[in-house]
Every structure is written in structure tokens, then in C-alpha cells.
């Protein structure tokens, strides 16, 4: 998933999974049937990876705007390791194959469904306490912020600043209020 998520799919050549998996050639074909049928494999572990937790988090936190906050601004995690921003895995692939693999497609759907399935429980968690207006649409605010997560994940990914980051998920999270 690792390398995959690092090269994207096309630049990944079959030598940098074998290094990357430990794996021989026959075994990762055995295991896999192929270079697509192992990569199929390791986006669904980080869609799946992702969106569960996301929902631990935002489901154990006290109060939603502030883990809300903690999340978005997670998109600049990357740019104090020193190494180039990965961006968002999920939408690197939707980038790399626009519709052009079936099966990818539905991936990078459920994904992205997992991910707004796990922000409308919290929304509505968040309701439910009183923390947000009961006439928030919870189905719309969480669609409205994984776009802004891709949004902001791929700004982060070409180089923008640490502030205008800040500014943008401090603005976005008005509705909330």
C-alpha cells in the first residue's frame, strides 16, 4: 500500500513490490494473480483503514468541531517529515484511473462512501448531543467536508503554506458554529 500510495500505480514496477512485500514474483502472483489484483487489494485496505479511523476518532471525541479541526489540519502531517506529500490515496487513484478500471471505480465509490459514512455519524452523534443545530444536514456537511479533506490534501501535496491551510479549515468549519 505503502509504495503504491508513495509512486502511484504506473510508476510502481513489479521489482519495487517484490522489495517492498518481501515476496518472490511467483508469490505475489499466486497470492495476488497479478501487479492490478495486488494494488485493487492494497487500496481497499487504505480505504477501509482510513474510513474506520476516522470513525474511532471522531466518535470518541468529546466534542466534533475541534476533532473535526484535528482532522482536516491532519492533511499538513506530511510536510514536516521532508519527505514529498503522498496526498490523499483516494484521490491519487481517482486521479491515476478517472473511471478507466470497473472495479477501481467501485473502490474509490465505497471509499469515499466509507469516509462520509463515518462523518455523518459523527454529525449526527454531534446532534443528537446538541452540539449542532438539529436542522443540519449531517449527509451534506459530511460530503461538504471530504471535499474539503481533498481539497485540502492535494493543496498540501503542492506545496501550499501551513497558514493558508489553517485559514481555510477555520473558515470551513464556521457552519458548525
Sequence with gaps: MQIFWQQGYEATSLQDLLQATGLSK?????????????????????????????????????????????????????????????????????????????????????????????????????ISRGELADTSNPAALAAYLQCLMSGLRTQVKSGAPREAVEAVVNLALRPLD
Design 26 to 126: 511467483s508469490s505475489l502472483y499466486q497470492a495476488y494473480g497479478s501487479k492490478l489484483g495486488l494494488f485493487r487489494a492494497a487500496f481497499a485496505q487504505y480505504c477501509q483503514q482510513r474510513a474506520s479511523d476516522l470513525r474511532t476518532q471522531l466518535l470518541a471525541a468529546p466534542q466534533i468541531k475541534p476533532a473535526l479541526a484535528h482532522w482536516l489540519l491532519s492533511a499538513m502531517e506530511e510536510s514536516h517529515t521532508g519527505e514529498p506529500p503522498r496526498g490523499c490515496m483516494l484521490v491519487n487513484v481517482a486521479s491515476e484511473f478517472s473511471q478507466s478500471d470497473p472495479q477501481i471505480a467501485q473502490l474509490i465509490q465505497r471509499g469515499g462512501s466509507a469516509i462520509q459514512r463515518a462523518l455523518r455519524d459523527a454529525l449526527e452523534q454531534a
